[in-house]
């Protein structure tokens, strides 16, 4: 968290400004000990929900689970099943195809297709030119819009 206590008399001084950072501190984890705030997983489920038909999910194991939304399946019953990952199939290897994917993960394995946007903590295959690169702070950004 970055704040900034204003100065007095021109100097910041932790001294001087400790009942603010006493309260702010507080405030701070009372803010976060609501658990309003979403996980990176959450925000991911919220984003291929409302965006994608298909969704693959790498496992820890190395499987991929495969979600396809419903013809006549809403965005809330998908949002659902994804939050719960109530899968459709199983797959040993992530498949994005030829068509432009929606990606949030941990690296960009295997490369993604021109025209794709995500988020990942290290992109290692795809190129900044071909892919629209997500910061997390994107991930939010695009669910107030």
Same mark, same amino acid.
């Not at 979403?38 to 820890?60: F, I």
């Not at 939050?83 to 929606?102: I, K, N, Y």
């Given at each position: &968290? ?42 991911a ?28 399946e809403?965005?809330?019953a ?12 199983t797959?040993?290897?992530f ?10 993960? &941990? ?39």
């Amino acid at each position: &968290m970055d704040v900034k206590v204003p100065p007095e008399d021109g100097f910041q001084s932790v001294h001087s400004s400790r009942g603010e950072l006493a309260n702010l501190g507080k405030d701070t984890l009372a803010y976060f000990g609501t658990g309003a705030r979403p996980t990176p997983w959450e925000l991911a489920c919220l984003h291929v929900a409302a965006r994608s038909r298909t969704v693959q999910v790498r496992r820890r194991d190395g499987t991929v689970s495969v979600l396809k939304r419903g013809s006549d399946e809403d965005t809330a019953a998908f949002l659902r099943r994804l939050r719960g990952l109530e899968v459709d199939a199983t797959s040993h290897a992530f498949a994005p195809g030829s068509a432009p994917t929606f990606f949030a993960g &941990m690296t960009d394995h295997p490369s993604l297709p021109a025209g794709s946007e995500g988020y990942a903590l290290r992109f290692l295959h795809t190129s900044a030119e071909s892919v629209s690169w997500l910061a997390a702070g994107d991930l939010v950004a695009a669910l107030k819009a």
